[in-house]
């Protein structure tokens, strides 16, 4: 009975001793439990948004006049500073017109010996008029009189327009601008000699305001845009398509212009089609030739969902996807179809509506199926590090 007695306390210290390790052990688990990775999201809101389309385009000028002398001669002077602003009828060169002025008083002489006949047949038929009938002057010599007067006022017609092409000659040995505009540099210089329909031009004038820029659009991108705006995907404001200039040095031109036309008909060899649109050039900023790239303003979507880009990823298929927080906080994988990028963000056409909540930060910690404990990004006043690290700022 000695022995039993030391038995039992020993038993019981056993006992509570593995109660209490087995009190630690669940005090372990509980507190050892990780909790749900926090994620940077952005709520997705619907709002208005003006697609605008990029293209490669070349200035040219507004209107182009190839100066080609009229009259054949010796070029005497030029009148002009090449690269000046000239306006039209301005003198640009001088023809020797020696040889067409003597031409013009030639003509105005014969001219006056037309007139002179003409007069004097005038007068004979007014005395053989009242002559008729008489024994003076017979019939035959009364119609013949008449008939030498018309032939005197024709005879005038031919000396007036021989007088007037004479004159018209004359004046082309003065050759000035058609238009108002630029003029380039000089193909001839005094003393050459020119003729008409000669091949090559003496200069050129080009108005440079307003200015065109002529763009290439696939014929694709065209079509597309067409069935959005057919389909009222895409709201279009009637009129003419405002457009944007930027030059290679990536500055926004200051004045804005708009598209005049698009061509009828598709380039075989690039499969695309040529637009052409006007802007206001007052300053001379803008030369022919230039390559620029021109802006276009295609139309307006009234409710368009945009995703940060580095909230959208690519597939080894190609396509696209978003992660999102769904019931319970619960991360889900939306598939997506993108459009076109605008400025940092993607616009997305399909698979997304107003209120998802997509992950921006975090990604590379989280798949699909997990609880996560979503944090609203705000992308445009913080840095991306910062916001990347969620962990630091919970300590």
């Known amino acids: 009975m000695r022995k039993n007695r030391g038995v039992l306390p020993l038993a019981l210290l056993v006992l509570s001793g593995g109660l209490a390790l087995s009190g630690c052990n669940d005090e372990q688990q509980g507190g050892g439990e990780r909790p749900a990775p926090e994620v940077g999201i952005v709520t997705l809101k619907a709002e208005p948004l003006t697609l605008k389309t990029e ?13 080609r002398p009229q009259v054949s001669g010796i070029i005497l002077k030029r009148n002009y500073k090449e690269g000046s602003d000239v306006e039209a009828g301005t003198s640009l060169y001088q023809i020797d017109p020696a040889p067409f002025q003597a031409t013009y008083d030639s003509a105005k002489a014969e001219l006056a010996k037309a007139q002179a006949n003409a007069n004097l047949a005038a007068l004979t038929v007014k005395r053989y008029k009242p002559l008729l009938g008489t024994n003076y002057i017979s019939r035959q010599e009364y119609d013949e009189a008449t008939s030498t007067y018309a032939q005197a006022l024709a005879a005038v017609k031919a000396a007036e327009a021989a007088v007037e092409t004479a004159r018209i000659n004359l004046n082309y040995t003065k050759v000035t601008a058609p238009i108002s505009g630029r003029t380039g540099k000089s193909n001839v210089t005094e003393g050459a000699l020119v003729s008409t329909g ?3 031009e003496l200069m050129r004038v080009q108005q440079l305001d307003p200015i065109y820029v002529d763009v290439t659009q696939s014929s694709d991108d065209f079509l597309r845009l067409k ?13 003419k398509a405002p457009v944007s200039l930027i030059n290679n040095n990536g500055q926004e031109y200051a004045q804005k212009g708009v598209l005049e036309f698009s061509d009828v008909t598709v ?16 300053n001379k900023e803008l030369l022919p030739g230039m390559f620029v790239r021109a802006v276009l303003e295609d139309g307006v ?8 880009q580095q909230g959208l990823t690519r597939t ?10 769904g019931a319970e906080n619960k991360v889900e994988v939306r598939k997506v179809k993108a459009g076109q990028a605008v400025g940092n963000k993607w616009l997305v056409t399909e698979g997304l509506q107003a209120g998802d909540r997509v992950i921006v930060i975090g990604l590379q910690k989280i798949k699909p199926g997990i609880v996560v404990n979503p944090k609203e990004a705000n992308l445009e006043t913080q840095s991306i590090d910062n916001q990347a690290k969620p962990e630091e700022k919970s300590k």
């Not at 293209?55 to 100066?67: D, I, K, Q």
């Not at 069935?227 to 009129?239: C, D, F, L, P, Y």
């Open 227 to 239: 069935n959005e705006i057919a389909k009222g995907a895409v709201q279009r404001e009637s009129g």
């Open 267 to 282: 380039d075989e060899t690039t499969g695309s089609i040529t637009m052409r649109a006007m802007f206001p050039n007052p």
């Open 198 to 200: 000669q091949a090559t």
């Open 301 to 308: 979507i009234e409710k368009a969902i945009l995703v940060p």
């Open 316 to 325: 080894a298929q190609g396509t696209s996807q978003v992660m999102v927080v």
């Open 55 to 67: 293209l490669p385009g070349r200035t040219s000028a507004f209107r182009v006049a190839e100066v």
